[in-house]
């Protein structure tokens, strides 16, 4: 963690304090490095559980069940054609702050 200094506002942190419940829910759902995958690979588009399970190197066991516990916790949302579901993030702000987590992380 790099030790920068940052400026937080009283303003801001009076904003925050009443989403401090779902914030913290929304990372503690987050928690899990499978989790954060499957969301890294879904921000930038839908995918099927077939391309899912291909990037994300996990076994159709695991992704089943991250699947679930991701729509259960409505981080993502899926849609059937035929047989095949298609997965996509249920929520912008949840895409954003992926966005951000890559920004931060993956430079």
Aim: proline share 3%.
């Amino acid at each position: 963690m790099s030790s920068r200094k940052v400026s937080v506002d009283l303003f801001s942190i009076k904003k925050i304090q009443p989403k401090c419940g779902e914030v913290s829910g929304l990372l503690r759902a987050l928690a899990h490095p499978g989790r954060l995958l499957i969301l890294g690979h879904l921000t930038s588009e839908p995918k099927t559980v077939t391309e899912l399970q291909s990037l994300c190197g996990l076994s159709q066991s695991q992704l089943s069940q991250f699947l679930s516990r991701m729509r259960a916790e409505g981080l993502v949302d899926y849609s059937r054609t035929g047989r095949f579901l298609t997965y996509r993030v249920s929520d912008e702000r949840i895409s954003g702050l992926i966005r951000s987590i890559q920004t931060i992380f993956c430079k």
